[in-house]
């Protein structure tokens, strides 16, 4: 079974700087696919960026980009020039490819503060 | 269009009581997934429909949680003599195509409260 691990639960960054979230996960599979999901407190769950196993160049969506380490079975999360409405809660997750229909297996998340 | 709605927004129940949670998927969207989301924790797959068939449900934690999706639409999960710790956010997410690559889509959840 695939686990995703985020080691930081709380994250805190500066209006305008950068912050980078962490994850790993743990896989015996070749092709899957990666994302990052952000959750603020209304609750609704928003893809923020997707990475494809089999592509070597990291994803990147406006300010946000991933560093995608397969064999170190990293993938962070980069936001640059932070902004308030940035802070949410930020969850990796993992989907197979192996399968139609796969599930996603998410991270226990990381809290974001922005600060003014 | 529209994006995954769910109703109702909250739930507060008595323990024993039998609830019905209401998806309505992105219209088009023929892949249903189910997440159950405890406090502060990411979500765990529930289960799973391509169109009308529920092909996984493994992640339904007893049998008193029962979920369809009769006309390959509209999903309900209900959960029967719910108990405390079923308390958590319901997720219903849908997906356009059973192809491996589309992405879900998330709806804004149904918090669940047993007393």
């Known amino acids: 079974a695939q686990t995703v691990t985020q080691s930081q639960p709380e994250m805190s960054v500066q209006e305008a700087e950068t912050v980078t979230l962490s994850c790993t996960y743990d896989?015996?599979?070749?092709?899957?696919?990666l994302f990052w999901y952000k959750q603020p407190p209304s609750r609704q769950m928003i893809l923020v960026i997707r990475?494809?196993?089999?592509?070597?160049q990291n994803a990147t969506e406006n300010r946000f980009s991933v560093n995608f380490q397969k064999a170190a079975k990293s993938f962070s999360l980069k936001i640059s020039d932070s902004q308030l409405g940035d802070a949410a809660m930020y969850f990796c997750a993992y989907r197979s490819a192996q399968t139609s229909g796969s599930r996603l297996t998410f991270g226990e998340g990381t809290q974001l503060t922005v600060n003014p | 269009g529209a994006g995954v709605s769910q109703s109702p927004r909250y739930k507060v129940a008595k323990r024993g009581q039998d609830v019905a949670l209401r998806c309505d998927p992105i219209?088009?969207?023929?892949?249903l997934f189910w997440y159950q989301q405890a406090l502060g924790q990411g979500p765990e797959f529930l289960t799973y429909f391509q169109n009308e068939a529920q092909l996984d449900k493994s992640g339904l934690p007893s049998d008193r949680f029962f979920a369809e999706r009769p006309e390959g639409s509209v999903s309900t999960l209900k959960i029967q003599r719910t108990q405390q710790e079923d308390s958590a956010v319901y997720l219903c997410?849908?997906?356009?195509?059973?192809?491996?690559?589309?992405?879900?889509?998330f709806g804004p959840g149904t918090r669940l409260l047993v007393l």
């Open positions: 219209s088009g969207h023929v892949s």
């Open positions: 997410a849908s997906s356009l195509t059973a192809g491996m690559e589309k992405t879900q889509y």
């Open positions: 990475q494809e196993a089999y592509k070597q």
């Open positions: 896989t015996s599979e070749s092709d899957y696919y």
